[in-house]
């Protein structure tokens, strides 16, 4: 657009009321396509287009932003059949308490009675640790598609004024139709990026109202518009316990029943010739460098023909394979929370923080004529990118987290993954066009 003639309209007029600018600009639309009554016969149709660009040109300068102030003030005035938008937090928000009470009522067997024994009922506490644990990453997950689906609403209405400004540009002759296309396919995409947060935003919502019981269809929506618009806040720091692998044992329930057949299995003298006969083994077969020919091989017939030794060797080994592994995991889900909270840190305190930074330069930028409308759309794309990375990392902390206290209280681990992990499936990320 002409920058000269919107700073010269500003210092003259200021502003025009905004109807009167959109009415005219609504018009340009079709003086640009058709020769007006008012002109002479005689006037060339390049004459006409010349004159109606300039018209709108004028009236789109007494708009600070331009175009774009034009096409977000219609878009309020008209409401158009499109995303919906996410469900907010309410007065009365779904929190995990809720889930877990309502899940309670269809789960008989997380019940403690009375009657239980020791074993029993350190099993039902791991069962129960499990059971919280889904309760949590369900309503996480809900909560973040929730917030993904958010942003990817933004990101389409951001493309949807490029698009619609690139179509005016075009009716105006000003832009040729292989970027009007590129802006296009960018609409599209964010188009189709929504679609598919919104199935997201879907499949986690039933994932949670299933962990509820039977919830009338009437209930869904109401369930729905009471989650929380976005997840919790970090803490201050990711906690940490000293005491952390002793709990992960002392609450798991096999760790007695594996005590206990290796302590029945056999004394500790017959596990000492054995041990012995092992390391010989060993060591002969490393002498012969056995890795590409025979396994180690126990010559003596009184400990191989022993099923008591060879029972009580195999029951203190699943024992002690048993606890390596548990202490493992600690370290595992103490090292995966305390990487999970460095990057949603990071991802929230330096990556937010210069996006804004940028995103304000753009803006400075723009408002000194060194930059264009399309500059600005994409800044818009980039912050939308950088808050959904932000919110995805903060799901992954979370998750990490009910991991970790439900390894600590007797549950399940399932293992970290990879921490390098980065977001997927970003609604914003795929929708940067060049220009």
Same mark, same amino acid.
């Given at each position: ?8 309209? *500003? ?8 109807? @009167?600018?959109? !009415?005219?600009?609504? /018009?340009?639309?079709? #003086?640009?396509? @058709? ?8 006037? $060339?149709?390049?004459? =006409? ?29 008209? %409401? ?13 928000? #779904? ?12 789960? %008989? ?50 493309? &949807? ?14 832009? $040729?139709?292989?970027?009007? +296309? ?7 995409? !964010? ?27 009437? =209930? ?14 970090? %803490?201050?720091?990711? %906690? ?19 005590? !206990? ?21 060993? &060591?002969?077969?490393?002498? !012969? ?13 009184? #400990? ?13 080994? /699943? +024992? ?7 202490? $493992? =995991? ?20 330096? *990556? ?24 600005? +759309? ?5 912050? #939308? ?7 995805? /990392? ?42």
């Amino acid at each position: 657009m002409n920058h000269g003639h919107r700073s010269i309209a *500003l210092r003259r007029h200021g502003r025009l009321r905004t109807a @009167a600018a959109l !009415a005219g600009l609504l /018009a340009f639309g079709s #003086l640009a396509a @058709a020769p007006s009554l008012a002109q002479p016969a005689a006037e $060339s149709e390049h004459a =006409q287009a010349l004159k109606a660009w300039q018209r709108a040109n004028a009236l789109v300068a007494e708009f600070p932003r331009g175009h774009m102030d034009l096409l977000r003030w219609e878009a309020r005035q008209v %409401p158009e059949p499109g995303p919906q938008g996410s469900h907010g937090a309410s007065t009365d928000p #779904l929190q995990p308490a809720e889930v877990l009470r309502a899940s309670l009522r269809w789960r %008989p067997e997380l019940l403690s009675r009375p009657d239980m024994g020791g074993v029993e009922r350190a099993r039902l506490r791991s069962q129960w640790a499990d059971h919280v644990r889904q309760v949590q990453a369900a309503w996480l997950e809900a909560v973040a598609a929730n917030e993904r689906h958010r942003y990817a609403t933004d990101v389409l209405e951001n493309a &949807r004024v490029g698009a619609e400004l690139a179509q005016r540009m075009v009716q105006a002759g000003n832009w $040729s139709e292989a970027r009007l +296309l590129r802006e296009q396919l960018t609409e599209t995409r !964010a188009r189709q990026a929504w679609l598919s947060s919104g199935l997201a935003q879907r499949v986690r919502l039933e994932a949670l109202v299933r962990l509820m019981g039977d919830v009338e269809d009437s =209930q869904v929506d109401a369930l729905a518009a009471r989650l929380p618009g976005q997840l919790p806040p970090l %803490p201050d720091q990711a %906690p940490t316990d000293p005491g952390a692998p002793a709990l992960a044992l002392d609450h798991w329930p096999p760790l007695d029943t594996l005590r !206990a057949s290796a302590r029945r299995a056999g004394t500790a003298t017959d596990l000492a010739a054995w041990d012995q006969a092992v390391d010989d083994a060993v &060591r002969a077969a490393a002498a !012969a460098d056995a890795a590409a020919g025979d396994p180690p091989f126990v010559a003596d017939r009184r #400990l191989t023909g022993s099923e008591r030794i060879e029972h009580a060797a195999q029951a203190r080994a /699943a +024992l002690q394979l048993a606890i390596g592994a548990r202490r $493992s =995991q600690t370290r595992e889900a103490q090292a995966a929370l305390t990487s999970r909270y460095a990057l949603a840190r990071l991802a929230q305190d330096e *990556l937010l923080a210069r996006q804004g930074a940028a995103e304000q330069d753009t803006l400075r930028r723009y408002n000194g004529m060194l930059l264009s409308t399309w500059d600005l +759309l994409a800044s818009a794309r980039e912050r #939308l990118a950088a808050l959904d990375e932000a919110a995805q /990392a903060r799901l992954r902390y979370w998750l990490a987290e009910a991991d970790w206290r439900s390894l600590l209280a007797g549950g399940r681990y399932a293992g970290a993954g990879d921490a390098s992990e980065t977001p997927g499936g970003n609604p914003a990320a795929d929708n940067e066009g060049g220009h």
